[in-house]
């Protein structure tokens, strides 16, 4: 069936009109909406950049706060194995005028040192079998360094003697002090003992 359409030209316009200003109205709508979706989108990828941004500088200052620590750590570590070397070399960091202070307290005026030495001593320690390792010797030993005090002097008599050897004995910085020989001398026309003893420096 054909529709005629009797509204006069201007009526017929007008209609027109009003429908083309709703569909662009529809579309400016959609449009609206498209755009303010795409806006929120982007907002929420720009938040969440920005909470990634923030982990990774939180990330980053960590990272720098732990290498701050490693290159401290490295140098203690360098700082120890040299005194590990200086230790496995030497046997301790001994401070000779410690030893001779010492010495000097304890050394009676009836007795004077006519030679004294320090010396580093490899010495074989016992070694638990739990603590055995590939450096450990044959029979459960390791070999360490130890610094060996052997001194030589003149004492009047055995006594006075005995008494320093039982004084160095009961020193903390000495340990394992044995005599090496005592023996008659003549010394500016009297009868002495000249005596050798030796002893370890206390690590």
Do not use: W
Request: charged letters at 25%; aromatic letters at 4%.
């Amino acid at each position: 069936m054909l529709n005629i359409n009797f509204l006069p030209e201007r009526i017929r316009r007008q209609q027109a009109s009003r429908r083309s200003m709703i569909r662009q109205l529809i579309l400016v709508g959609l449009a609206t909406l498209g755009v303010a979706a795409l806006a929120g989108l982007r907002q929420g990828q720009i938040a969440q950049a920005h909470a990634e941004m923030a982990a990774l500088e939180d990330q980053s200052a960590a990272i720098h706060k732990q290498m701050s620590f490693r290159q401290d750590l490295e140098r203690q570590q360098a700082d120890l194995m040299i005194k590990k070397r200086i230790d496995d070399q030497l046997g301790s960091r001994v401070n000779a005028l410690e030893v001779l202070a010492e010495m000097e307290r304890l050394l009676p005026e009836t007795i004077f040192l006519t030679n004294l030495n320090l010396e580093a001593k490899s010495v074989p320690v016992p070694v638990k079998p739990a603590d055995r390792s590939a450096s450990a010797g044959l029979g459960g030993e390791r070999i360490t360094k130890r610094v060996q005090l052997t001194f030589t002097g003149l004492a009047p008599t055995d006594v006075d003697l005995a008494n320093f050897i039982a004084q160095m004995s009961a020193c903390k910085l000495f340990e394992d002090v044995s005599m090496g020989y005592s023996r008659n001398v003549e010394y500016r026309g009297r009868t002495v003992r000249e005596f050798q003893a030796s002893c370890y420096v206390v690590r």
